[in-house]
């Protein structure tokens, strides 16, 4: 029943190596995000997939490769891991784009990310 | 940047008592949001209220806008235990919701 499912939810793994984190929602969004939450809490957004496509790619490492195989996966792909990659990586969807009334943001719970 | 700022930063309280929590935003908006974050968990929405708006509530919540300064306050009445999280004021707008840095929460039992 977990409309916004992202894996895994912990991950511990050295500097340099490449990992992924998946996320699907079935909430039937044609909106998905990535968000970092660094170790002081603030949430940023990286990027945001409309129907499959790329709308918002902050300022991010092209490390980070956002993928979208359909409107309800949104996976993130990290290459060359770094320590100051170490931090809390949210997937959410949305109905549509934009932060607007009617288009709440859902979140999933959350992908702790480690880089040793 | 354009996060906001939630002030208090952390506020302890007790059980039955009212918490108010206060945001600062740098940009115009088209409306601001109040998001929960249980410790280890995901967010998740409270309450949105539009840039026309001057207050609005949901069940304990109270939300206020001051557009004019810029600011929003969150009103939690009647606190309970379970109320005990960190507390994220969002400015929504026609691409994004930009996140403030998050108030914690506690209340005792």
């Known amino acids: 029943d977990t409309a916004v499912s992202q894996t895994p939810k912990y991950l511990v793994t050295q500097m340099g190596n490449d990992k992924s984190i998946k996320c699907e929602q079935n909430?039937?969004?044609?909106?998905m995000y990535w968000y970092k939450q660094d170790s002081k809490k603030f949430l940023k957004i990286m990027f945001s997939y409309n129907n499959k496509e790329l709308i918002i790619n902050e300022t991010v490492p092209n490390r980070f490769s956002p993928k979208s195989p359909d409107k309800a996966h949104l996976n993130l792909h990290i290459n060359s891991l770094e320590l100051g990659d170490s931090a809390v990586y949210f997937c959410a969807s949305s109905r549509g784009q934009g932060a607007r009334p009617g288009n709440t943001i859902y979140f999933g719970e959350g992908s702790w990310l480690t880089v040793v | 940047s354009q996060q906001g700022e939630e002030d208090p930063q952390a506020l302890s309280i007790q059980e039955g008592e009212n918490a108010t929590m206060n945001c600062s935003y740098k940009t115009s908006i088209n409306n601001l949001q109040w998001y929960r974050q249980n410790s280890g968990r995901g967010l998740v929405h409270l309450i949105l209220?539009?840039?026309?708006?001057r207050e609005k509530h949901s069940g304990r919540l109270r939300v206020t806008l001051d557009t004019s300064k810029k600011s929003s306050s969150l009103l939690i009445t009647a606190s309970r235990a379970a109320d005990t999280a960190s507390y994220f004021c969002a400015q929504g707008g026609s691409e994004k919701l930009v996140f403030g840095k998050g108030m914690k929460l506690t209340v005792n039992p």
């Open positions: 909430l039937g969004h044609d909106t």
């Open positions: 209220i539009r840039s026309n708006e």
